[in-house]
């Protein structure tokens, strides 16, 4: 039986449309989800929205909706997005749904029992943009960082988590597990945060009419992050996390917190297993710039879907940026990898072969390989594999384009053209069906066209010429 492995992105905020950012994690994701898929693993993918943050009731008032209609409409541009983008998601769980309501219900029971949730009085600041609670340590004179706004004061009557009570069963279970969140850097800062000492926290806000009500007591909504986290379980349920929670968590760096302190915690309050591990991406800004909705910067996706083709975006992503590291993004450095490593790079490289390929067809495999692409494909494979598994998809990609690089040179050298020799050519051919293979989960509709044009019938190869992969932009 294919073994499962599930993986999760965060389930995004609504107040917005996707920006590349968000876009980013996405494609990290659906790019590990095709490589298990590739390695025979029956995947569940989960993406989906956070629906039901304070921010959700500001956006639609902004636009004069009614707030559920507002969140349908939002959700539904998030879920297409994904759609156009080509994510391979296998669910799109939202917040509001049912069956995270009563998950959520069910795992405040399991931590009420468990005896860490209390009333308590809340005092102290709240940042609306991080939907956090904040310490005056976290400020920059007195705004925070994050989103450029002062926090409110607020004191309230809350529900409190008893998040002190899990700092040593934290720490104890990081020892036991050193891969749980990668890269190692960030690790450590985990690490030192809870090191530090946890405070309990508060989970829930009075007088608001937006949001997940608590168990048995209507005055109260739960907050948001504290339902939001369960939205992992809420996508398979219960019983299928207990069975198999998640393989991973792919989050970006600012909240790992959440993921990889907070809810190792509440999932130990509920006697459930935990994620086996939390992969955080860096962050990027736009031409130096943080990416912020009151600064206009964002960047929608879509446009530059259009423009470059989904794969162009996805592979600019993965191979600029290393992942785990902070990173920038401009349009002219994504226009310059285009023409370099795709028009000119594998477009080109792939248009050689299969106009060679077309011309010499059908091809005999008897001729065989040539015993250096051989060794070559064999080593890239190797590199692929190791790499990819790291998350270092640069990387990954680089080695492939060293072996696009070698079968350009092999190409110049042999003349095939001239001396129409059929092992050169077969062995060419099938180093190109080796780099489809090899980006097919980082490029996948570009590994499809690739593959399309190499045909196997009976005992011999069938190469046709087929479209042009990324033509040029002028
Ligand atoms: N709703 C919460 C997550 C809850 S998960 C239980 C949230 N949503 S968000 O819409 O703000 O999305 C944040 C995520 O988007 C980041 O963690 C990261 O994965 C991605 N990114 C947003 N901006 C980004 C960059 N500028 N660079 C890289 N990733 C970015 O937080």
Same mark, same amino acid.
């Given at each position: ?21 968000? @876009? ?8 590990? !989800? ?8 029956? =995947? ?8 039901? @943050?304070?921010? +959700? ?51 405040? *029971? &399991?931590?009420?029992? %468990?005896?860490? #949730? ?34 409110? *004061? ?66 109260? &909504? ?17 019983? !299928? ?59 929608? $996706?879509?446009?530059? +879907? ?7 975006? %996805? ?23 285009? +023409?370099?490593?795709? !028009? ?36 890239? &494979? ?17 080695? =492939? ?7 350009? @040179?092999? =190409? ?12 050169? #050519?077969?062995?060419? =051919? ?6 489809? !293979? ?6 996948? @509709? ?24 990324? $033509? %040029?932009?002028?």
């Amino acid at each position: 039986m294919a073994s499962r492995f599930y993986l999760t992105t965060p389930i995004y905020y609504i107040n917005d449309v996707p920006h590349v950012g968000h @876009a980013y994690t996405t494609f990290v994701a659906d790019t590990f !989800a095709r490589w298990k898929r590739s390695r025979g693993n029956e =995947v569940v993918f989960a993406t989906g929205t956070d629906e039901n @943050a304070q921010k +959700t009731v500001d956006a639609a008032a902004k636009t004069g909706e009614d707030v559920q209609r507002y969140t349908d409409r939002m959700a539904e541009t998030w879920q297409k997005t994904w759609q156009k983008l080509g994510i391979s998601n296998t669910d799109f769980i939202r917040t509001t749904e049912q069956r995270h309501i009563k998950t959520v219900h069910e795992l405040w *029971r &399991r931590i009420a029992e %468990r005896g860490d #949730i209390y009333k308590g009085r809340y005092e102290g600041l709240y940042c609306r943009g991080c939907e956090a609670f904040k310490k005056e340590s976290d400020l920059l004179e007195g705004f925070c960082p994050d989103h450029n706004m002062q926090p409110e *004061r607020v004191s309230e009557e809350n529900y409190f988590f008893r998040l002190s009570k899990y700092q040593i069963p934290l720490l104890d279970f990081y020892d036991g597990h050193p891969n749980f969140v990668v890269p190692e850097k960030r690790f450590h800062e985990v690490r030192r945060f809870v090191e530090e000492g946890l405070e309990d926290l508060s989970i829930s806000r009075a007088a608001r009419e937006w949001g997940i009500p608590v168990p048995g007591d209507d005055s109260q &909504r739960i907050y948001v992050w504290f339902e939001a986290l369960m939205n992992y379980v809420s996508a398979i349920g219960v019983d !299928a996390w207990r069975e198999h929670p998640a393989d991973v968590h792919m989050v970006g760096k600012d909240i790992l917190r959440f993921h990889a302190a907070i809810w190792p915690a509440m999932l130990m309050s509920a006697g459930l297993p935990l994620p086996r591990q939390i992969a955080a991406n860096g962050f990027f800004t736009i031409e130096g710039v943080k990416i912020s909705k009151s600064l206009g910067n964002m960047v929608d $996706p879509l446009v530059l +879907t259009e423009k470059y083709g989904a794969d162009a975006l %996805r592979y600019f992503l993965l191979r600029e940026i290393p992942f785990g590291e902070d990173g920038d993004f401009s349009e002219r450095k994504l226009e310059e990898r285009y +023409t370099a490593d795709l !028009a000119n790079g594998l477009g080109n490289f792939s248009a050689r072969v299969l106009a060679l390929g077309e011309r010499a067809s059908p091809l005999d495999p008897k001729t065989g390989v040539d015993s250096v692409i051989e060794l070559r494909i064999r080593e890239t &494979r190797h590199i692929l594999e190791e790499k990819t598994l790291g998350y270092r998809f640069n990387e990954a990609l680089a080695a =492939v384009w060293e072996l696009i690089s070698f079968g350009d @040179a092999y =190409v110049n050298e042999k003349k095939p053209w001239e001396t129409n020799n059929m092992r050169t #050519i077969f062995s060419l =051919v099938a180093l190109l069906d080796n780099v489809a !293979a090899s980006i097919a989960s980082f490029l996948p @509709a570009t590994s499809e066209k690739i593959t399309g044009s190499i045909r196997w019938t009976d005992h011999t190869m069938v190469v046709s010429k087929g479209e042009t992969l990324f $033509p %040029r932009m002028d």
